[in-house]
Each structure stands twice: as C-alpha cells, then as structure tokens.
C-alpha cells in the first residue's frame, strides 16, 4: 500500500474515534463523510479500514462497536451488489441512504472528486471532513484546492518528517511541492480528480531514503533539477527550469539541445542526450514544455518515487546555469538586464561580480518606442525575494542595496507584457559567502567558488577556469571585506600530490 493512502487511512481512523470515544447513549449514531484523493487512492483506503471488517471503536461506556466503511460509486460494476447493512465496501448512493434508515445507521463514507454527490438529505445528517466540499468538486480551481486546510496539513506534514536546518529552506520547500502540484494540474488539463496533483503528494510522502539528502529527493518528486549542496533553493531551481523551457519553447527540443550541446562540455553530452529523449518521450511538442515544465521534466509522475535516471543527479541547478548561460545571445524581443558596475568583463559561467551594491540597466528591444511598465525581481527565497516596478522607456536604471548574504549566485530577471524575460547573475562580493572569485582574462569559461567536496582535505572551497593557449596565465584574485589572502599558493596534481 502507499505511504499516502496509509496516512490518509490513520487520519480517518484516529478522527473516527475521537469522535465515538465522547458519544454516549444507548442509542448511537454515528455517519460521517470523508472528501479525498480519486477512485484508486480512495480503494486503497477503503481496503485498508476494511481489512477487520471496518473500524473498531470504543465508547465512553466501553462498549466497542465496529463502523463499517462504504466507498460511494456512482455504479457498481457488472456482477457486484451493495454489501449488506453493517458491512464494508464498494456502494452506490441509495445504499447510505438505506443504512441511514435502517437498526444499524452507522458509517464511515468515501467520497471520491468526480463522482455523484451525496445526497442533501444525506449530507445534513451526517458529519464531514477531509478536503471541504466545494474544494473537491468540479468547479473549484487548481488554487482552491491547493489552498485547502486539509491539503495543506497534508504537505506540512509531509515536509515536517524531515529538520529543515532553517525557516527559509522550509518555505522553499513548500513552494517546490505548490509548484509541482500546480504544474501537473496544467498537464492534466485540471482534470476533475486531480490525479496528477494528487500524485505529487503521492511522491512526497513516498520519501523514505535516509541515505539520500531529503531535499534532493524533495527535488525529485516535485520535478526540479536538484541543487548541488543537496538542499532546495526554489527560486534557482524554478528559475533556471524556466530557462531552459524558454530555451526549447524558442528553437525546439533538437534546435534547442544543439545549441546547448554546441559549447559544453565532453562529460555533458551524454545526459543531455538522456535528458533531451526524455522530454522528447513525455512532451509531444516543444511548446507545451514551458506551460510545466516540472511535470515534464520529472522522470517519475506516477504515487511513488525511485532510483533516478542517470542524468538527473548529474544536470543540477549549478550545471544548467552555466549550460544555459553558453547558449546564444539574447532572443529577439526580449528584455535585456546589465549590471553596469561589474569589476570584471563577462564571462562564461560569471555574468558580474560587483563590490557591494549592484547597479542594473534594463532595455527595451529598439523596436519599443512607447514606455512599458516592468517587473524586475530578485529571486530567492521568501527573506531573499525583492521587487521593483519602473516604467521604461528606451532603458532605466535601478540601485539594490539591501544584499543578502548568498552562496549561489544572485538572479535578477525583468518582465513585462508582450516580451520575453531578461536575466542578469551578480555576485557582491561583500555578501558572498565565499568571501572571493578568482578570474582570469585567458579564462574561456569560470565556475564560481562552491564548497569542497573533498571531505578529507582541508580545502573550504574550489572552483576551476578553463585558460586557453599554453605558456603563462595570470589568475587576479577577488576578495569583499574582511577577507584577505595569504602570501603562498599551492598547487597540486590531478592525482592530489603538490605541484
């Protein structure tokens, strides 16, 4: 059985007899209505509480008692009959309505989205819980669902297995599971079940690898590529997802993957050849891959999550940015974002380094004479996020000035009606918390410091350039305040000895 169902299953339960334990009487009645996940989620459930015949409860006399659990169908198959009064099982709706009239007029019913609606009379009578009605029915929107009480306690609970070491991770955390609920709603078209939402959960739930960082496999079951450090930061992973479906949305999966393929590296090409077939397989065209990415991007959609394809751990966040970055100049129409107090040029895998305070020019393409208001955000998490409206006309500057400290680079990106987003990565070096950048103007591509992986070693952080031409190369080294850099250099060999 799924983990979710078997939660779903104890809630029900433990509710059942909270509520029984304070009855009294000689005469009890006792009918309630559940509001869940569809048809097959809910079988599950009714397997589950029907496996002793229904639930046993005892009651504030001590007297026990056995509530039978009915899962409502609009119509039994071929062949199969309405258990009898007192008994668990599949049923059509006359069938409460029967046990409601009859000696025994107790029950626990499953309702399922989609289906029938219990009737008025019914309904009036009887106690309900799980997700609120209106919430589970056809007319409600992917937003009333998600916003549910019941569904929120279910992803809180979920995400509250794991110590989020702290707040910020928690709520990037929630925000990956919204948007992957919200981006299967729009694959499956906001079908009436919310099956594919419901599969999220599903995955969430499924988690259960101690070995493995639960924010990488939090990552896997939402559909976002996974962050190198093995923790979740949304705004760079929905950020750079959104990348790469602007990407294929612009020149197709083939076109796409070419122009990405064209300047990385050797080790790369096989998983983006993995990745490229899969989206191919999942996505029959390349203009439904922005509308969920994360959906189609995900390599397990169904209630559980497994062992990963080979090329999602190896495409992190980290790894698509600098793919991403090495594809071809800015598409035509789009908005263009510059930090204009850089200390060093552009270059591959480092858009702009600055001392402290980041200076941005954004620019419309020349065929807008006509002002149009913008949107620029920093992305991050909730305590990171910052926002800017100005109206442009040609192109107009603004100042940030209130950095977070950050670990990864810092992603503005500007939108507006009718264009297509620019982006821009800076780095300040007095809130960067490698303290440094080391470049070099021989250098055809840069990665960032990130923390060593090299755990026996004394080294905090590496990061590596890619210098063109043999004979001498001269590296400058970067530093914010406060951090100062010793006298002596060491080198070593790819086999670890000194060189």
Sequence with gaps: MKRITQELASRIQNRVRSQMANLQGATVEFRTIFHGPPHDLMLEVLQLLADEGGIEVTMQNGQQMLVPVLLQMDQLPPGQHNPAIGSSGPCEPSHLLSVRNSQNPNFVALLAPGGRQISLSLSSASDEFGLGAANNSATATISDWLNDQFIQELIDDALDRHVWPSPEQRHDAHRLVEEAVRGADEAHRHSVDRRGAWAVLSRIWSISDPRIPFGMSLSLACGFPPMDDGFVDSGEQIGVLGDLAGDMEDSGFTGGFERIGANAEPDDQVPLGMVRDHLVLRCDRPTAFPRAPQFFYAPFQGDEIGDPPDWWPYLTVEKWKRLLE???????????????????????????????????????????????????????????????????????????????????????????????????????????????????????KIAAPKASKDKKSKVTYETSLTLNGQGRHYLDVYVGAGVSVGDKAVGSDEGGGVA
């Design 326 to 444: 090495d594809t071809s100049d800015r598409p035509r129409g789009a908005i263009k974002v510059e930090c204009v107090n850089s200390i060093i040029p552009v270059a591959r895998g480092i858009n702009a380094v600055v001392l402290s305070d980041v200076e941005l020019e954004v620019s419309l393409p020349e065929a807008r004479e006509q002002p149009i208001e913008v949107g620029i955000v920093r992305e991050g998490s909730l305590a990171n996020k910052r926002n800017w409206r100005l109206t442009v006309s040609g192109s107009s500057g603004l100042v940030d000035d209130e950095l977070p400290v950050h670990g990864s680079q810092l992603r503005y990106s500007a939108e507006a009606v009718g264009l297509k987003k620019g982006t821009v990565r800076v780095i300040s070096l007095n809130t960067w918390k490698p303290g440094f950048i080391v470049y070099s103007r021989t250098a055809s």
